[in-house]
Structures are given as structure tokens and as C-alpha cells.
């Protein structure tokens, strides 16, 4: 008995840059394409809450860039992978206009899980971050209103106020204010 092997051609940044917008948002992951669903309204809010808040801080302070959850990120490069965090920060000297993905991972990523995100999924996505030199990535879990931060060396989880000062100096976010 033979096996056939069937070749699939992966696909590039530039790739996914330039398909049609069709209302969904997609990542690339190791060259494959993966949908996403659109967001529900807790998890567009609690984004929201999170990216607003950053933005406000970094530019008031002049520490950088933080972005929402519509730009992607290219984390690796042969096969590409591209993810989209729901919130992002790089700091200042990091930071490059570009109209396309930014080239390289965010300082700081927020992952806000979706009703439909397995622990998996977001672990391996915070896993690639950190592979990719995201130095903090931040995992919000709404139905157990639950927030970790997630670092190459180890997780802390957050009792009250988000703060990632190796990051973000002197940001802080309190937990009442993401998941009211």
C-alpha cells in the first residue's frame, strides 16, 4: 500500500497582506491559514479597555506605540507565521511605520480568550510570542475574570491592577476596570 503525499503551498505574509477583506480576520501560522470568528462583545470591550488604556499611557509618556487587534505581527519568517494580539505595545526605539504587518513581535501582548479559545491554542500562541521576543504576554480569561502575564521566565498571576512595569513602566490597569 502506497501512501499519496499531496503538496500544499504554504502561504506568505505578503500573501495574506493582499487577499480580499471579507469580514473575518485571519492569522498565519507556520505558513497556514487560520480564521478567525469575529469577537463577541465582551471580549471587543475588554480588548478595547485594555489597548484604549495602553495608548493613552505610552503616548502621554512618549514610550512607544500600542496598537488594537487589527494589526498582525510577523513573528517567523520560512513558513511565516503572523498573529494578531488583541492588544499590543513596542516601545519607541522598536517602533516602524510600515503599511503593511509590523516586522516582529510586539514588546507586550495581550490574548483576551474567546468563548471559543482552548487553553492550548492561547498557550501556544503565548508560546510563540515569547519564542518571537515578546518580553510579556498577558492572558485574559473573562469567564473566570482571570489575568495572567506570561514571561520567559515564568507566569505571575494578577490579583488586582494589570502592571508590566519591566515593560511599561508605571502603566497600571485595574482588574475591576477590564471586567466591569
Known sequence: MFAM???TK???????????????????????????SPAGERHSRISLEIAMSLRLYARERK?????????????FRNPDTVREPDASFVRAERVVRTPKYFPGAPDLAVEVMSPDDTWPEVLEKKDEYLRAGTQAVVIVDPPRERVEIH??????????????????????????????
Do not use: N, Q
Open 151 to 180: 514571561r520567559p521566565s515564568g507566569v505571575t498571576a494578577v490579583d488586582d491592577v494589570l502592571a508590566v512595569d519591566d515593560v511599561v513602566p508605571g502603566w497600571r490597569l485595574r482588574l475591576i476596570d477590564i471586567f466591569a
Open 10 to 36: 504554504l502561504m506568505t505574509a505578503d500573501e495574506l497582506f493582499r487577499m480580499p477583506d471579507d469580514d473575518f480576520h485571519y492569522e498565519l501560522v507556520r505558513g497556514g491559514l487560520k480564521k478567525m
Open 63 to 75: 514610550l512607544g506605540e500600542a496598537y488594537g487587534a487589527d494589526l498582525g505581527f510577523i513573528l
Open 5 to 7: 503525499t499531496v503538496a
